[in-house]
């Protein structure tokens, strides 16, 4: 695969490792690109988690530890695939990314709703 000096598209792509998915033809590109998205949807749902807890035990404090590890990683996942260049790539990433966050906000809003401020009582116009 020769270099390119800027963005590109095309399937002759190295995703996360040398000779994948290029030269195995169009399934295993797909599948790299699905792939891709995935671990964007994650990464962007795991960017909009909380990470902090009312109480910081030592056995939480490595819970959280280990999860911000593993956001991490996903976190550089997805930076080594769009720095392919390939704007195929590029364009899943941000579906991935927007997809993560639809479907937290619609999570998070269909099982926590937002309270419903209660109404204040009608007021007497009458004048006694």
Known sequence: MGQHGGFWFGMDVDILFTGWPSGHGYFHFFMALIMVFILSMFAQ??????????KMVPKSLIQ????????TFISFLVLLCVITFNLGV????????VAGYVALNLYIHYHY?????????PANDEKA
Not at 45 to 54: D, K, L, V, W
Not at 64 to 71: M, T
Not at 113 to 121: T, W
Request: glycine fraction near 2%.
């Open 45 to 54: 749902i795991y960017a909009m988690t909380p990470m902090t807890t009312p």
């Open 64 to 71: 959280h530890a280990a999860l911000h590890c593993f956001r």
């Open 90 to 97: 590029l364009m899943t990433t941000l579906v991935g990314h």
């Open 113 to 121: 709703p937002a309270p419903v401020a209660a109404l204040p009582p």
